[in-house]
């Protein structure tokens, strides 16, 4: 298996710029594939690019992914909060063509106080449109499910099916995949088969070639906790086996891992991805 195939990176910092720090923080620890935020992840403001710096992103040969902020909930019942939503994932969209990125990962929101079945298609009337505008060489959408929280659209696996019924399989739509979020939801990622079954039910709910990115993140508290709380690779309840079953599960195949783990120094993401490169380059039964 070489490095191509399942690179592995982290979430960078972009003080600078996302060339001038998130390249210098890569190389500080190993990454072969960055993510990257193009706004404040907890505010609504969305800033201009620097041509500069998303020219040398691009060319800095190191693949990139963007994540969308935090607050964006295509299912909320409030308009402000959709509208917002809609305009926060068209400037990530925007901003993750400019700096050549392969995906723009958001979280599948929550209903709150409306119904499920009003929420999706909510979801289909206002998001299928945001995904006709991407052009064909811009980035895919990603959905990432949720850790199981109250009213969640999306968080065990299968429910990702509802969520692209209604995008009508779009192909510019693909997933993001969290350990911590998957493990918090009730995925047994421990389990004897547990990443190979979890894989699978994915497979079986979106179709081959959906997955794009997984977010391997280590969690500090039990399965089905509905709490995402990230720990460091094998540092938490989830431990070593699972990644070096998920890298070996053949609906990763090129697909890249990025770290989301604690640490503000450089040191913790190092060790993380080094531990991940590990069990990566280890054959199965080693």
Not at 3 to 12: E, F, I, K
Not at 41 to 56: I, M, N, Q, V, Y
Not at 244 to 267: D, N
Request: hydrophobic letters at 35%; one cysteine or more; aromatic letters at 4%.
């Amino acid at each position: 298996m070489s490095a191509a195939d399942r690179p592995v990176g982290g979430h960078v910092p972009v003080a600078g710029g996302p060339a001038t720090g998130g390249l210098k923080y890569a190389d500080q620890i190993g990454a072969e594939v960055v993510q990257i935020f193009v706004s404040n992840p907890r505010g609504w403001a969305l800033p201009d690019g620097r041509p500069d710096e998303d020219e040398k992103l691009r060319a800095g040969g190191v693949p990139v992914f963007v994540h969308a902020n935090y607050l964006i909930n295509v299912g909320s019942p409030t308009p402000e909060t959709l509208e917002k939503s809609l305009a926060s994932i068209r400037h990530a969209l925007r901003r993750g063509h400019a700096v050549g990125a392969g995906g723009v990962v958001i979280h599948t929101g929550s209903s709150v106080t409306q119904s499920r079945d009003d929420a999706i298609r909510q979801v289909h009337e206002r998001l299928l449109p945001v995904l006709e505008e991407i052009p064909d060489d811009g980035p895919a959408l990603l959905l990432e499910p949720m850790a199981g929280q109250q009213n969640m659209l999306c968080a065990t696996v299968d429910q990702l099916g509802p969520y692209f019924d209604a995008l009508e399989h779009h192909p510019k739509l693909g997933v993001c995949l969290d350990t911590c979020h998957a493990w918090a939801a009730g995925h047994d990622l421990t389990a004897e088969k547990g990443v190979h079954e979890t894989l699978n039910l994915l497979l079986e709910t979106v179709g081959p070639g959906r997955l794009k990115l997984v977010h391997a993140n280590d969690s500090k508290d039990p399965c089905g906790s509905g709490r995402d709380r990230h720990e460091n690779i094998g540092a938490g309840l989830i431990g070593e086996s699972p990644f070096a079953a998920l890298f070996h599960h053949p609906a990763t195949e090129g697909v890249p891992f990025i770290i989301e783990t604690p640490g503000r120094a450089p040191e913790p993401h190092r060790r993380d991805i080094e531990t991940l490169k590990r069990l990566r380059d280890t054959p199965p039964g080693s």
